[in-house]
């Protein structure tokens, strides 16, 4: 969703390179060259609510409220913020922003250009970084070799510097030798050892060495030691553990590989580095404004380009594309993910996140019930997020060995297909589809959605963007002109959910208004209203079952109690004790306790046959079970006291719910309709398969579906959610 | 919980040193101690007293194997009587990764000011060998402050005769969302029970009124305090999560399941009876399933109204079993139901939206400004003090085909 952006602020504020080579930490760039100190800005918005006039409103009384109280504090340390303010987070960082520009001392500049301070010591506009001297930087941004590909983390209230250092290795390479040997170790191991080098390789190496080392005026000495771009972010206080590890695990770590990859094969950040530090050094001589030096920088190294484009896609919470000039050159695409759509209602005080699509309904949920993001179930549909053309134009324009296949996906895939059903009609291998599509989700270009069709409903989403309402109307207008304007398209559909069908005008607008359809699910402005449901048992089916089980039982014991009385005749005891003791001596005369014994058993004996004659007695009292047409209505006086009864998971039952479900199926007559109780209940009859998957799955027409499904109205639970 | 403590100073020959630690051992080795230590000190030195352009600020840093994360505040004091005419030293606390570090933070800052005060006041702590008897030694302040931390969340230690140090652990909570007008809310707890004199007249009055019926202005009316200073009181007891806010309930609005409705009908965490025992207050208590049936014949399309009728006509007077207020609050609170809200939109005034020019649509009136589809009826209600009924009548003076109805 291309709003979805807006919502999840990255918080980054700058990415600055450092490096440490044998003279010493360098700091080499960074990128924007003046960064916004201030804090970045919150989604004021919480839930679903649109509005926020009052909200701001709210805000400026509140920070007249906060300043006559920061008036009354005495020192400028915040040492207990919850006490006695109100609106915590805003203010601390409001605080914060405004503490660094007290403390900026005059010779600060923020400017473009040079100047001489009190002192008459020449200031140079790029040697500082936020409030910080670079000089100070650059020690604190190279890090020991234990932190060699390990997570940093510092903080310098307000900022956070995140990074992945890299370091050379020990024996003093970048790369470690290529050998066949080493190649078969795995990657942790350092193999010193050169074994027997495979010479294509090796001639390869020994070239990418020497192109090294001319740029480098052949003198090793001055060689880079570490390298370390770290990203610097400001971030509210409450998010701060969870966005650091998001943008770490996906942007930060991969960048810095690339890099040293880059690094390893062509001494990449090396020879970049040196030249960023020249071109600054002669600026700095020639006392050449900050704006000529950085645009001089950009153009000149394909380094601090990267480092720009990364900052400017990632702080946009878009996708990075970089392209680093090596030999192969890298190619590299850096996002920080974003959810292809809610999957819950967002509670009220969880950040907005207007405009994502809001659906129960997850492809990467498997057949087991787990989701795992691997996995594309083969029944969803591809909706892409934008204009077919334009995302195939922009795939073209990437030009990877991707590329075929995936324009030759985005033009087979249609909402309205599902992968199956587009494996199917062209023949093509499903798994494969599979793949691809899931390629275009990860990276944003499409969501899988339930496969659209003009029979299902669709409601406008209670997650839906209206702020966007006027320019995505004029859209609208645009993509389709002979329509209702979507205002009214959106009241009519949210007005009462009907089939889909009912609202083209005729069977020929079914094509365009499907179209509509996907347009206004791209933005999310509708979801699927689906149905789901429960087995319900009536008392009438718990009283049979549990009739039976009685019968059953009695049943048993009629048998039984034939031979237990025939054992008992001939003082035979099933006790154990009692056919112990009998074979010792079989006439002896009874002992007391052997007397005892016996009577006991009698008695129990007794006991037994009197509450089975009871149970059966009060067996043949209970009313026998009718079975009704309308198990629902079944008015008889013994159902009073039971109440209805709603199978959890009809996918494990006990013994009873297999009856319940038993006693139902031999109800329907109809072979057809019992086969199919039979294949629905356990796999859809669970509230979280929707009954509208059932056509597509079980390879049947909807209709037929349907007609089907109302044969078991009277027994199921239904609820409608998205 | 705090892992260790240290006191580390700058010291002019030796370099970054830790002074005082604990428990001992933890940070750097001290004899007759021979536990494994958290992280190796050499490492993170450069982190704990940094460059002096880093100093006087809330520092934070992780080990390399990201285990334990260090909270300090290097403070660097310029004096000419010192060597190299400054003192730096930093007051650090280790704690686990993963623990909540925003309870800290206040700790790390009120020890750095509060050592800094008595630096400067009596050279506490660079001349603390040649301490005197009446006040504690670093150390043990150190082994103090730790355990009192750790045990009761606050500790208030007399250090010598003029300084007491007291801190406490506050919890720290997410922002929570703003208090609107047409809010309702509802409290979590009872605020008689823990209300005292010395709680502030303005929310004492505020929370007489919380009562989960009435909306936020009303309270405001009713208590007899401005608007603002209510929503202000709200968002106090909200961020202490003292109460929750609702929506208007009226039996002209339309709730519906969310899929969290699954939830109730397989009654996770015993909700069911939980609900039961909340709603079941008009006549005899009925069977769990009753409630089941009522929330998955709520939909998208259905008002209260219309639902209660449709039950009425299928034999089960709702009414009489059920308090319904109560049902949905219920619903709403766990997750289960959503509110559907109304919102209104005017093609001439979206479309003078997009153009920047402002338009004065015919009968629009007070009611234009909300005809954009962000502003749902429960904030025209309270803010223009209009029934539904009277709202629709207004829209209908638009002009004919302008204004649309969209449920969301």
Redesign the interface.
């Known amino acids: 969703m291309a709003n979805a952006k807006d919502t999840l602020n990255p918080g980054l504020c700058a990415i600055a390179l450092a490096i440490r080579s044998r003279d010493g930490p360098r700091f080499v760039f960074h990128y924007p060259p003046h960064p916004s100190t201030k804090p970045t800005e919150r989604e004021l918005r919480f839930g679903t609510e649109l509005d926020t006039e009052p909200a701001e409103a709210d805000d400026q009384e509140q920070d007249d409220y906060d300043s006559d109280e920061s008036e009354l504090e005495e020192s400028s340390y915040l040492d207990m913020p919850a006490l006695g303010k109100l609106d915590l987070n805003e203010k601390m960082q409001k605080q914060q922003q405004q503490l660094p520009k007290q403390k900026r001392h005059v010779g600060t500049p923020d400017g473009d250009d040079h100047y001489n301070d009190k002192k008459g010591e020449h200031v140079v506009p790029w040697e500082h970084l936020f409030e910080f001297p670079t000089a100070d930087l650059e020690s604190i941004l190279t890090p020991s070799r234990a932190f060699h590909k390990k997570k940093f983390e510092l903080s310098l209230d307000p900022l956070h510097f995140v990074a992945y250092p890299m370091h050379i290795r020990e024996d003093g390479l970048w790369k470690k030798k290529k050998t066949k040997k080493s190649r078969r170790a795995t990657k942790e191991t350092d193999d010193p050892e050169p074994g027997p080098e495979s010479g294509e390789a090796k001639s390869k190496e020994k070239k990418d060495q020497k192109a090294g080392n001319t740029s480098e005026d052949g003198d090793d000495s001055g060689g880079m030691l570490m390298f370390n771009v770290a990203f610097i972010l400001n971030l509210p206080k409450d998010e701060e553990d969870e966005r650091i590890l998001e943008i770490y695990e996906h942007v930060i770590r991969k960048f810095n590989k690339a890099l040293n990859h880059a690094q390893a094969s062509n001494n990449y950040v090396w020879r970049e580095s040196e030249v960023i530090i020249a071109m600054k050094e002669k600026a700095r001589e020639e006392r050449r404004p900050m704006s000529w030096l950085w645009t001089e920088i950009l153009l000149k190294s394909t380094l601090a380009g990267a480092i720009r484009d990364v900052f400017n896609a990632i702080s946009n919470n878009k996708i990075a594309t970089l392209h680093l000039a090596t030999t192969p050159p890298v190619d590299l695409s850096l996002q920080i993910p974003v959810p292809p759509y809610l999957t819950s209602f967002p509670r009220s005080d969880d950040r907005a996140m207007l405009g994502l699509l809001l659906t129960s309904s997850n492809a990467t949920i498997d057949e087991e019930g787990n989701e795992d993001p691997s996995y594309l179930n083969r029944h969803f549909a591809l909706l892409l997020l934008d204009n077919e053309e334009k995302i195939i134009a922009e795939i073209q324009a990437d030009n990877t060995e991707l590329s075929p296949p995936l324009i030759e996906c985005i033009r087979l895939c249609s909402p309205t297909l599902s992968f199956l059903q587009v494996a199917q009609t062209h023949n093509i291998e499903l798994s494969s589809l599979l793949i691809l599509a899931q390629h275009l989700v990860y990276w944003r270009r499409a969501v899988a959605i339930r496969p659209l069709h003009a029979r299902e409903m669709y409601i406008v989403s209670p997650n839906c963007d209206s702020r966007k309402l006027p320019a995505a109307n004029f859209a609208w207008k645009k993509a389709f002109p002979l329509a209702p304007s979507l205002p009214s398209y959106l009241a009519a559909l949210s007005a009462a959910p009907r089939p889909y069908k009912t609202f083209s005008p005729s069977k020929n607008h079914r094509p365009t208004y499907l179209e509509m359809l996907a347009w206004a699910m791209r933005g999310g402005w509708v979801t699927q209203l689906c149905t789901f449901a429960w087995i319900l048992v009536w008392p009438e089916i718990l009283y049979e079952v549990q009739y039976q089980l009685k019968a059953g039982a009695i049943e048993k014991a009629k048998n039984k109690p034939a031979s237990g009385q025939a054992s008992t005749a001939s003082a035979e005891s099933t006790d154990e004790s009692g056919a112990e003791k009998k074979p010792i001596d079989p006439n002896a005369p009874l002992t007391t306790e052997q007397a005892a014994e016996q009577a006991r058993l009698e008695r129990l004996a007794k006991k037994a046959a009197e509450d089975a004659a009871e149970f059966a007695a009060e067996f043949a009292k209970m009313p026998v079970p009718v079975a009704t047409d309308h198990p629902s209505h079944n008015p008889a006086p013994h159902l009073k006291n039971l109440s209805p009864y709603i199978i959890k998971d009809p996918h494990k039952v006990n013994h009873e719910e297999s009856l319940y479900i038993a006693a139902y199926g031999k109800r329907f007559t109809d072979p057809k309709i019992r086969d199919c109780w039979f294949k629905f209940c356990s796999k859809y009859f669970n509230g979280t398969e929707a009954l509208e998957m059932i056509a597509l799955q079980e390879g049947m027409k909807r209709k037929e579906t349907w007609s089907i499904l109302m044969h078991f109205q009277e027994i199921i639970l239904v609820c409608k959610h998205w | 919980m705090i892992q260790g403590m240290f006191f580390a100073r700058f010291l002019p020959q030796k370099g970054t040193k830790v002074v005082h630690q604990s428990p001992p051992g933890c940070i750097v080795h001290e004899p007759g101690v021979d536990k494994p230590r958290f992280f190796?000190f050499e490492?993170m030195a450069?982190?704990i007293i940094?460059?002096?352009?880093?100093c006087n600020?809330?520092?934070?840093?992780?080990d390399?194997?990201?285990k334990y994360r260090i909270l300090g505040h290097p403070v660097c004091i310029k004096d000419e009587k010192y060597e190299r005419n400054e003192f730096m030293f930093n007051f650090g606390i280790v704690i686990d990764v993963e623990a909540d570090k925003?309870p800290y933070e206040?700790v790390v800052?009120?020890l750095?000011?509060t050592f800094t005060e008595m630096e400067i006041q009596n050279q506490f702590l660079s001349q603390e060998h040649v301490s005197t008897k009446d006040s504690r030694s670093i150390s043990a302040l150190l082994e103090i402050i730790k355990e009192d931390l750790n045990n009761y969340n606050e500790c208030m230690i007399p250090v010598d005769d003029a300084n007491t140090i007291n801190m406490?652990l506050?919890?720290?909570y997410?922002?929570?969302?703003?208090?609107?007008?047409w809010h309702v809310p509802i409290s979590k707890m009872k605020f008689s029970e823990i209300m005292d004199d010395t709680w502030d007249l303005t929310m004492k009055k505020v929370i007489l009124h919380i009562d989960g019926i009435k909306d936020v202005r009303r309270i405001a009316h009713d208590a007899d305090v401005a608007l603002?200073l209510t929503?202000?009181a709200l968002?106090?007891l909200l961020?202490y999560d003292s109460i929750l806010?609702l929506d208007m309930f009226m039996f002209g609005n339309i709730y519906?399941?969310?899929?969290?409705?699954?939830d109730f009908?397989?009654?996770k965490d015993g909700m069911q009876d939980e609900c039961a025992n909340y709603v079941y207050i008009n006549g005899p208590r009925?069977?769990?399933?009753y409630l089941?049936?009522l929330?998955?014949?709520l939909?998208?399309?259905r008002t209260l109204k219309e639902w209660l009728k449709l039950h009425l006509d299928q034999g089960f007077p709702v009414l009489n079993y059920v308090d319904v207020r109560r049902f949905i609050q219920f619903g709403v609170i766990k997750?289960l139901l959503?509110r559907?809200h109304k919102?209104t939109?005017s093609?001439q005034y979206?479309?003078s939206?997009?153009s920047g020019r402002s338009v004065d649509i015919q009968g629009g009136g007070a009611l234009q400004k909300y005809a954009?589809?962000?502003?749902?009826f429960d904030?025209i209600m309270v803010e223009q003090n209009m029934s539904d009924q009277k709202i629709m009548e207004h829209l209908r003076k638009f002009p004919k085909g302008d204004v649309?109805?969209?449920?969301?």
């Open positions: 190796d490492t450069e982190y940094p460059r002096q352009a880093f600020r809330y520092v934070t840093i992780c390399p194997d990201n925003m206040a800052r009120r750095a000011s406490k506050f919890p720290i997410k922002h929570p969302p703003p208090v609107k007008s603002d929503k202000i968002q106090h961020y806010m519906a399941p969310t899929p969290s409705i699954n009908l397989s009654d009925l069977s769990n399933q089941c049936s929330f998955a014949t939909c998208s399309s997750g959503y559907v919102y939109v093609s979206i479309k939206i997009v954009d589809g962000c502003h749902c904030q649309e109805i969209i449920y969301r």
